[in-house]
């Protein structure tokens, strides 16, 4: 761990330039009035900006990632085993479609505060003769 912790602390030092720009739009709860992080470790891994109160990761990828998509996908299903939901971008949509990209992540931690508020469904009442002698 401690390791992961160094290497997020120089990845934030030299962030990519989509990196650079989406957390432009991120930072000091500009977004939503949200807070986002930025290179934080979460177990095995390194994430590129969460938002730890809506549940939310998000990944700007470059072409590097088409080369390892098992990887990527085995990091997702522990990032969803730990209650988040991952976004993945490409650079160039980060860069020359910011707008969408913020929109479908409003939409996201939207969601995810409406689904949070929705109450459990009624436990069911049981049929006749169900617990009595």
Not at 1 to 24: D, F, G
Request: charge should be neutral.
């Amino acid at each position: 761990m401690a390791t992961n912790l160094v290497h997020a602390k120089s990845m934030r030092s030299a962030p990519t330039p989509a990196e650079q720009h989406l957390w432009y739009h991120l930072r000091a709860h500009r977004f939503l009035g949200l807070k986002f992080k930025r290179q934080k470790p979460f177990g095995p891994y390194i994430v590129d900006f969460a938002c730890l109160e809506r549940g939310v990761v998000i990944e700007v990828d470059g072409g590097q990632h088409g080369d390892d998509v098992a990887y990527d996908e085995r990091r997702d299903q522990w990032l969803a085993s730990q209650g988040f939901i991952v976004l993945r971008f490409w650079n160039h949509e980060v860069l020359n479609q910011t707008e969408g990209v913020l929109e479908r992540i409003r939409q996201v931690v939207e969601d995810r505060v409406f689904a949070a508020a929705m109450p459990s469904p009624p436990t069911p009442l049981p049929q006749a003769g169900e617990g009595s002698k």
